[in-house]
């Protein structure tokens, strides 16, 4: 694969490197974008649209980390396992699969 | 432990990353159903060459009846809560009423929708995406309320968000073949890491828990986990790659993608 890298020297200010964008992008997965001083939500999203090797290691990453989200021995706790499958069954038996749609159009106002 | 039995795909490396290929992703059908909270990756509309969670018998979705389909549902995604669980963790930061919201919230989309999820896709990967845009949605309605702060801050954050949601769309080869080695591979690779790195991968991709947590459960400095983490993930990275290219699943071209 080739590399299309942002190098220093063409950069306008405002402008990050792969190196901090793909820093970020850790955080970014992990929903801790927040606690990043140095670069900003606009920065990254700017940077990763157009660059192919960080948006390839975005999707890296996530599905690195859906892979090991099941991998280290947690276990969705009953109750919830439960309480899912309960409103599921329910859906079913009420037939409403397609309320949703109605309920974007009130939300989306 | 192990929650998904994988089965051994091969992966077509011709499926890779089209170079900045992504404008027009923006704005079309996929922007647009990212707004009722399901997004549809635009991946499921090319053959998939890797059969992750859809082990089931084919299924005809014109004859399937709803109770067929709920019981599909109940043998094919509801064995995904876990690690949808821990996903839901990092979006709650640490609340875990809302964690548990989110994932059941996810489910009921996922479920409403399902005859849209084409079968032998990556089932995984779609309903993460489902909980990703429901957190967005959860969002965007709390930046309506009149006590919002920080505005403008959140709008950007919020569109940035949704930018990089739809990334992943058209997966890289080596993407397509962490989403689709074995088990065994992904636990190999954890083995190989040292105890700090391991145990900071666990408390973060594992179980959700986030830094600030980490960092309070292992007694290091908020910057030592997120180095560590980044650290851990590139290694994992590396070592799966090499097992990718030991399986088949990536040619030599792109197991070579160099590290940042
Ligand atoms: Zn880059």
């Known amino acids: 694969m080739m590399r299309e890298e942002f190098s220093a020297a063409d950069m306008p200010s405002g402008v990050i490197r792969c190196s901090e964008a793909q820093g970020a992008l850790h955080a970014y997965v992990d929903g801790e974008f927040g606690l990043l001083a140095n670069v900003t939500a606009t920065q990254l999203s700017v940077h990763v649209l157009a660059c192919s090797p960080c948006a390839a290691f975005l999707g890296q990453l996530k599905a690195l980390q859906q892979r090991l989200a099941c991998s280290c021995g947690c276990e969705a706790p009953a109750e919830l396992r439960t309480r ?26 | 432990m192990l929650c998904i039995p994988d089965n051994s795909p091969v992966i077509d ?125 959860i969002y965007r309605s709390q930046r309506r309320q009149p006590a919002a702060i920080s505005v403008d801050g959140l709008m950007a954050d919020q569109e940035s968000d949704a930018a990089l949601a739809l990334l992943g769309d058209f997966p890289s080869a080596e993407q397509m073949a962490l989403e689709s080695l074995p088990d065994d591979d992904i636990q190999t690779a954890l083995a190989a890491l040292s105890e700090d790195f391991r145990k900071v991968v666990e408390l973060a ?25 980044s650290r851990a993930r590139n290694k994992l990275r590396e070592s799966l790659r090499d097992a990718a290219f030991e399986r088949g699943y990536l040619d030599a071209a792109s197991a070579q993608v160099s590290q940042p």
Do not use: C
Request: aromatic letters at 8%.
């Open chain 2, 205 to 229: 991709d594992g179980q959700g828990y986030a830094y600030k947590e980490i960092a309070e459960m292992l007694d290091i400095p908020l910057g030592t986990v997120m180095s560590r983490l």
């Open chain 1, 84 to 109: 899912v499958i309960t409103r599921i069954t329910q859906m079913h038996v009420n037939g409403d699969m397609f309320a949703y749609l109605d309920e974007v159009r009130v939300e989306d106002f």
């Open chain 2, 13 to 137: 490396t011709q499926l890779s990353w089209p170079a900045l290929g992504l404008g027009p992703m923006i704005g079309t059908d996929d922007a647009e159903s990212l707004k009722d909270g399901v997004a549809l990756p635009a991946v499921i509309d090319q053959p998939s060459p890797h059969n992750l969670t859809g082990t089931g018998p084919t299924v005809d979705l014109d004859t399937e009846t709803p109770a067929e389909r709920l019981a599909r549902f109940e043998r094919e995604a509801v064995p995904l809560m876990s690690g949808l669980l821990a996903h839901a963790r990092k979006r709650a930061n640490g609340d875990e009423y809302l964690a548990f919201d989110l994932v059941q919230m996810t489910y009921e989309k996922a479920y409403r929708h399902f005859a849209q999820y084409r079968p032998g896709t990556n089932l995984r990967a779609w309903l993460h995406r489902i909980l990703d845009n429901t957190h967005n949605n």
